[in-house]
């Protein structure tokens, strides 16, 4: 049963996502509503507020603080909705037959956890969410040692998560690969993946000839007491029960 903050969450992200597409709508049509701005009033000034609310929501829901991140992303619809109500301009919030905007997250996800699913999550609200799951002799050649769980179970876990719209087993030869076969228009970093923003998109804009969003979901979750990551989880593990005889 979902909780009071799992509601605040997803009504957090499915406004910022609507916010954020009715934005970006009404600034592709400025120029094309010269005849019906005859009114006193500053829109471009407006409806820049409005996208500084949204951005402010994102950055809010990066830190997973939803309960802010929602009075943001509502500020910003308040905002949009005016320029209807003052006969300007008709927002056009977004329907069933609109084209969402294609994320890409990578990683190992060798055990999935609490910290995993709000990642997941948060990746979501910025469109149809594509996951890559790093291959076995990747995560030995970056960690040293093979996975506790093998690619395709990792695989398996990760497809059943909801927010996921597909997920996949990654290039054994080059990260870009994977990159390359979903073209996104937005890449979501975890907390601690190594990539810079900037380096990261010049990366893919020399490869596929265009450069992606590179945004970092910005804090780790401490889903148990003193525990945020796989890590965190060996250790409790190995401090409970590597000594016990049982």
């Not at 400025?30 to 409005?50: F, P, V, Y």
């Not at 050649?141 to 695989?155: A, D, F, M, Q």
């Not at 780790?220 to 525990?227: D, V």
Request: proline residues 3%.
């Amino acid at each position: 049963m979902a909780t009071e903050a799992d509601v605040i969450a997803e009504r957090a992200l499915k406004y910022i996502r609507n916010a954020k597409t009715a934005v970006e709508r009404l600034k592709s049509r400025l120029g094309q509503e010269n005849d019906r701005r005859s009114i006193s009033i500053d829109i471009e000034s407006l409806i820049d507020a409005a996208e500084r609310y949204v951005g402010d929501a994102e950055y809010y829901a990066a830190k997973g603080d939803y309960a802010t991140a929602l009075s943001a992303a509502s500020y910003a619809e308040g905002l949009i909705d005016s320029l209807k109500y003052l006969g300007v301009l008709e927002p056009e919030w977004p329907d069933e037959g609109f084209e969402e905007k294609r994320v890409f997250v990578g990683g190992t996800f060798e055990i999935l956890h609490p910290g995993h699913v709000e990642l997941l999550r948060y990746a979501s609200s910025l469109g149809k969410l594509y996951v890559v799951i790093a291959r076995d002799s990747t995560v030995e050649k970056i960690k040293g040692r093979k996975p506790i769980l093998g690619e395709k179970s990792r695989l398996k876990v990760v497809s059943a998560v909801r927010y996921v719209y597909n997920a996949f087993l990654g290039s054994e030869k080059d990260f870009l690969d994977s990159v390359e076969k979903v073209k996104p228009d937005i890449i979501v970093l975890g907390p601690d993946q190594g990539f810079d923003e900037e380096q990261l998109a010049a990366m893919v804009e020399a490869r596929l000839g265009y450069r992606p969003e590179v945004v970092r979901f910005g804090y780790k979750l401490e889903f148990e007491q003193g525990i945020k990551g796989v890590r965190d989880i060996y250790r409790e593990v190995c401090s409970r029960l590597c000594n016990s005889e049982s």
